[in-house]
Nanobody, 123 residues
């Protein structure tokens, strides 16, 4: 089992920046893809970004050019640097992980989830 714990959420004004972190523990010795999803009230959980074991990164069109996903050298902590935040970025952000066999942006295919961290962008 892999446990994921997010941190770094909060309240920020539109146009501002915020950096989320996700620390993995437990059976982290495998080859995992780790990513970020978000869920706004009354909306489905949506893909934000993922970093594969190889280091390849993928982003949703809505955040491309504004958000950057990265990880530490130990590959046990990932980050999401969020710049130029918009009101529509307000959501609970979840860290997720899965054994990395192929790229997928489907939340249904991720096995491990954090508890979520709230990001609120105000005008």
């Amino acid at each position: 089992q892999v446990q994921l714990v997010e941190s770094g959420g909060g309240l920020v004004q539109a146009g501002g920046s915020l950096k989320l972190s996700c620390a993995a523990s437990g059976r982290t010795g495998g080859r995992y893809a780790m990513g970020w999803f978000r869920q706004a009230p009354a909306k489905e959980r949506e893909f934000v970004a993922v970093i594969r074991w190889s280091g390849d990164t993928y982003y949703s069109d809505s955040v491309k050019g504004r958000f950057t996903i990265s990880r530490d050298d130990a590959k046990t902590t990932i980050y999401l640097q969020m710049n130029s935040l918009k009101l529509d970025d307000t959501a609970v952000y979840y860290c997720a992980g899965r054994p990395d066999y192929y790229y997928t942006s489907s939340a249904l295919e991720y096995d491990y989830w954090g508890q979520g961290t709230q990001v609120t962008v105000s005008s």
